[in-house]
């Protein structure tokens, strides 16, 4: 017994050792000049047509389509084809593309400078919808900023600047437009659309946020705080939407079932021009700046706080990057576009460190924000003791405390110094002048080694 005791004791202090190797570690990972390291860069020297990237792509079949000011560029992993108009042959309306959409049939929504254009995937053709040459021919447009194609309405959404929004049905004939209507100028520019359900959407512009009621064919702002928007995502709690703006991302409080904008309740990167939002499969939220480059954070939806909100930067050589496209990929890869740069390439795997504090701390969180030790028990889970404020137990894939009913015993949860799980999934518990603890797994309860 004695052996065993001395055994599990040696354990015990060599994750101690860990943890607070660990710690300097995660002190390390907070440095802000953190920076990431693209995998690969694609540009005008190696198969795009233009340095220039406006949206990225990827469809079903898994080909990365890339918009460019000069055609449309179609990657498939090694080599590019591009769809552009010539002299000859004008498969595009315009080749200032700046909007990608797949829509229900399988086919691209390809939105210009001078109108919509799709590629027919049956037909391995181009077909230009709409245009306003097609009423005259010496006006140009609609500048088409981006397209969202309703599943549920069997509709696409095309957002422009200074046309408002333009509808078309899933064959492609225009239905209507949603134009300036109050406080929304003429000259306004609309840059995303977020669906809320059913008849609600959610539009950032160049003048604030406006909420569009389809039913009604009315905008309305929302929000007036915010004078410029750029994007919109959804976090990973529903009631959360995150909004890019020239001054930072704002985090808004949505009451989903109300259907209410409550409040923007922090602004995360004040001194960043934030245009573009993407989140990859480890829910880290990858950021596009006009002044910045492109920036890594994560698990902002936990944050109580902008003080602890952690970001990596990509720059090129110390000067200012304008990013004009982010997209991740969920296969292990974000794809950058810039403008005048192309496109980079960034490995989601180098997991940035999600940050938790006892403002956030739900029915089972933190009692304080003073941490004594953080053991794994799983490969989702972690036990996390405070000063006084006992052991909770947390879940790092959605992010939240969690009721484990062993640790409550209030003999464990005072008196444990350092806890370990063992291969065959054992809890050990090393105690303050009472030895070790085991967890019996039939029990569900400490019992004394």
């Known amino acids: 017994m004695e052996t065993i005791m001395k055994r599990n004791y040696r354990i015990l202090l060599f994750m101690f050792l860990i943890l607070f190797v660990s710690e300097i570690t995660f002190a390390q990972g907070l440095d ?78 390809i939105g210009t400078d001078n109108g919509l254009t799709v590629y027919i995937h049956s037909e391995q053709r181009c077909h230009t919808v709409y245009s306003n040459s097609f009423l005259r021919k010496d006006r140009e447009g609609p500048i088409i900023t981006s397209i969202y194609a309703s599943r549920e309405k069997q509709e696409i959404f095309c957002l422009t600047e200074n046309e408002g929004i333009l509808i078309f049905s899933e064959d492609y004939n225009f239905k ?177 460190f999600q940050v938790v504090d006892s403002d956030y701390h739900g029915e089972y969180g933190m009692g304080t924000n003073n941490v004594l030790w953080v053991a794994q028990h799983d490969s989702v889970h972690l036990f996390i003791k405070t000063n006084l404020g006992g052991i909770s137990y947390y879940n790092l894939m959605n992010e939240e405390f969690e009721n484990f009913p062993p640790i409550n015993d209030p003999f464990i949860e005072s008196q444990t110094n350092a806890m370990y799980t063992d291969s065959r999934g054992t809890v050990w518990s090393g105690t303050r002048n009472s030895g070790v603890y085991y967890l019996d797994k039939d029990k569900q309860r400490f019992q004394k080694l």
């Open 32 to 109: 802000p000049k953190n920076e990431l390291l693209p995998l690969d860069f694609y540009n005008i020297t190696n198969g795009l047509t233009h340095n220039d990237v406006t949206d990225i792509l990827k469809d079903t079949d898994g080909y990365l389509w890339f918009a460019t000011y000069d055609g449309v560029n179609i990657f498939d992993g090694y080599e590019f084809i591009h769809i552009r108009s010539t002299l000859d042959d004008k498969p595009l309306i315009s080749n200032r593309v700046r909007s990608l959409c797949e829509d229900s049939n399988g086919n691209i929504l």
């Open 176 to 352: 209507r437009s949603v134009g300036s209507t109050g406080d929304l100028s003429s000259s306004s520019v609309f840059n995303d659309i977020l669906s809320l359900g059913g008849d609600h959407f959610l539009c950032a512009t160049s003048e604030g946020l406006y909420h569009f009621d389809y039913r009604t064919n009315t905008l309305n702002k929302v929000l007036y705080d915010i004078e410029d928007a750029s994007d919109l995502q959804f976090g990973k709690k529903e009631n959360l939407i995150y909004v890019a703006t020239r001054s930072g991302l704002m985090r808004i409080v949505y009451d989903v079932e109300h259907l209410r904008f409550l409040k923007h309740d922090l602004r995360f990167f004040p001194g960043e021009m934030i245009n573009e939002i993407s989140i990859d499969e480890y829910n880290n939220y990858w950021l596009g700046t006009v002044n910045n480059g492109v920036i890594r954070t994560s698990f902002l939806d936990t944050l109580s706080d902008v003080a602890s909100a952690v970001k990596d930067v990509y720059r090129m050589d110390d000067n200012p990057l304008w990013i004009g496209s982010v997209y991740a990929d969920h296969r292990g890869h974000t794809w950058v576009g810039s403008l005048h740069l192309g496109v980079a390439k960034f490995s989601t795997k180098n997991i940035p």
